[in-house]
């Protein structure tokens, strides 16, 4: 079996899905191993240093059109899925909401299509959870980013030029990314709040020394694979109403608000933003994926009252040293569970729980029903 790692075809997307640290793991299998050239420049891994993990360097088209496994950070174009060879499988973060079409051609072209975004919420498949991994460190980023454009520190400071007030920061939606931003923050010494339709997350919440804000929505809940259910427009609309006021006394307001294929609640309008207070920050974690916020815009730093939402995607590649350790991780966990040594290929059982989630497309069947 010939495995290749594909380098980022995004500009703005510096991760790799291989790591120096981590490509022991492929190379234990004893499967031949191609890269292509420059796929770590992003985090300052040179080629010189994966070959001398005993990997090969190879051009884009050699690694898709001779490899049985290709792995990828984001979807291929139409002609390079053209060019892989049949039966063979593309495994990685393929984006399938946006991408019908790939799935289709995948089907017509005989590709074995795996969607990392499918991996299943049981416990046996955490650690190629590549949602939470890429979170996890989005959550982090997203608040040193918000600190970098406010204009007041976060800690409380005793100086003898006067106490310094600890900046407020109001975190909505604590999933993965929202409890690595209540912790980021409170490790800077913010003052910090949260709320989340789930009302299993308060626990979480307080164990992290953060406040819960109570907000009485009726009926919420999750869904079993963990992800909120969606509130009705008139449960937004009081939503909005009753978190205002928190939002108002905030210096930085960080939203991560999302629903698993769906577009994101808009859960702050102009109305809010008008009464914050000039220079406070709001970031829109779920920009890419609709937007919490009203006018926010995707990689760009909008001004509205004074107050500046920032919608920055991609955060994860802000760290992407520890993003492209922890996704090739995942990835290696998936190749290496389902990697069967005598038949030297991928053993697609469809009994596996695992498998029957992330894998869309199989001999030419779309598997996963959403898609079909
Ligand atoms: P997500 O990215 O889909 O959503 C982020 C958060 O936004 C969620 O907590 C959600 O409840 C919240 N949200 C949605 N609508 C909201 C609204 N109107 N107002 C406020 N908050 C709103 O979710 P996620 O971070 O990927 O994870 C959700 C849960 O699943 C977490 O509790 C996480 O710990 C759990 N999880 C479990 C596993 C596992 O068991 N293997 C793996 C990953 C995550």
């Given at each position: 079996?010939?495995?290749?790692?594909?380098?980022?075809?995004d500009?703005?997307?510096?991760?790799?899905?291989?790591?120096?640290?981590?490509?022991?793991?492929?190379?234990?299998?004893?499967?031949?191993?191609?890269?292509?050239?420059?796929?770590?420049?992003g985090?300052?891994?040179?080629?010189?240093?994966?070959?001398?993990k005993?990997?090969?360097?190879?051009?884009r088209?050699?690694?898709?059109?001779k490899?049985?496994?290709?792995?990828?950070?984001q979807?291929?174009?139409?002609?390079?899925?053209?060019?892989?060879?049949?039966?063979?499988?593309?495994?990685?973060?393929?984006n399938?909401?946006?991408n019908?079409?790939?799935?289709?051609?995948?089907?017509?072209?005989?590709?074995?299509?795996?969607?990392m975004?499918?991996?299943?919420?049981?416990?046996?498949?955490?650690?190629?959870?590549?949602?939470?991994?890429?979170?996890?460190?989005?959550?982090?980023?997203?608040?040193?980013?918000?600190?970098?454009?406010?204009?007041?520190?976060?800690?409380?400071?005793?100086?003898?030029?006067?106490?310094?007030?600890?900046a407020?920061?109001?975190i909505?939606?604590?999933?993965?990314?929202?409890?690595?931003?209540?912790?980021t923050?409170?490790r800077?010494?913010a003052?910090?709040?949260?709320?989340?339709?789930?009302?299993?997350?308060?626990?979480?919440?307080?164990?992290?020394?953060?406040?819960?804000?109570?907000?009485?929505?009726?009926?919420?809940?999750?869904?079993?694979?963990?992800?909120?259910?969606?509130?009705?427009?008139?449960?937004?609309?009081?939503?909005?109403?009753?978190?205002?006021?928190?939002?108002?006394?905030?210096?930085?307001?960080?939203?991560?608000?999302?629903?698993f294929?769906?577009?994101?609640?808009?859960?702050?309008?102009?109305?809010?933003?008008?009464?914050?207070?000039?220079?406070?920050?709001?970031?829109?974690?779920?920009?890419?994926?609709?937007?919490?916020?009203?006018?926010?815009?995707?990689?760009?730093?909008?001004?509205?009252?004074g107050?500046?939402?920032?919608?920055?995607?991609?955060?994860?590649s802000?760290?992407?040293?520890?993003?492209?350790?922890?996704?090739s991780n995942n990835?290696?966990?998936?190749?290496?569970d389902?990697y069967?040594?005598?038949?030297?290929?991928?053993?697609?059982?469809?009994?596996?729980?695992?498998?029957?989630?992330?894998v869309l497309?199989?001999?030419?069947?779309?598997?996963?029903?959403?898609?079909?």
């Amino acid at each position: 079996m010939i495995i290749s790692a594909l380098k980022s075809n995004d500009s703005r997307d510096s991760r790799s899905p291989i790591h120096i640290d981590t490509i022991s793991t492929l190379t234990n299998l004893g499967v031949e191993i191609l890269f292509e050239d420059n796929i770590g420049s992003g985090i300052y891994t040179s080629d010189t240093n994966f070959i001398d993990k005993g990997i090969t360097k190879a051009s884009r088209d050699e690694c898709i059109q001779k490899s049985d496994l290709v792995i990828s950070l984001q979807p291929l174009t139409e002609t390079e899925l053209s060019s892989m060879k049949k039966g063979s499988t593309l495994l990685g973060l393929m984006n399938p909401f946006s991408n019908s079409s790939m799935i289709n051609l995948c089907a017509d072209k005989n590709i074995n299509l795996v969607s990392m975004e499918f991996i299943p919420r049981i416990t046996r498949a955490q650690k190629m959870d590549v949602l939470s991994s890429q979170a996890n460190l989005a959550g982090y980023a997203a608040v040193l980013e918000s600190a970098n454009y406010l204009s007041n520190a976060l800690p409380m400071m005793m100086t003898a030029a006067g106490t310094l007030k600890p900046a407020k920061v109001f975190i909505i939606g604590v999933g993965v990314a929202g409890l690595q931003a209540i912790a980021t923050a409170k490790r800077l010494g913010a003052r910090v709040e949260a709320f989340d339709t789930r009302d299993v997350v308060e626990e979480q919440v307080k164990s992290l020394g953060a406040k819960f804000v109570k907000i009485d929505l009726g009926q919420t809940g999750e869904t079993d694979q963990g992800y909120a259910k969606e509130l009705t427009p008139e449960q937004i609309e009081k939503q909005k109403e009753l978190q205002s006021t928190v939002c108002e006394r905030s210096d930085i307001v960080i939203t991560t608000a999302q629903l698993f294929g769906r577009p994101a609640p808009r859960i702050i309008d102009n109305k809010t933003i008008e009464n914050m207070k000039p220079g406070s920050v709001i970031f829109d974690m779920a920009v890419e994926t609709g937007g919490n916020v009203e006018g926010s815009i995707q990689d760009e730093v909008v001004i509205n009252n004074g107050v500046k939402i920032l919608g920055i995607s991609n955060l994860a590649s802000k760290v992407s040293g520890h993003a492209s350790l922890a996704l090739s991780n995942n990835f290696n966990h998936w190749i290496c569970d389902f990697y069967d040594a005598e038949k030297n290929a991928i053993n697609f059982d469809f009994d596996d729980e695992i498998i029957k989630s992330s894998v869309l497309v199989y001999e030419g069947s779309i598997m996963n029903e959403r898609f079909k």
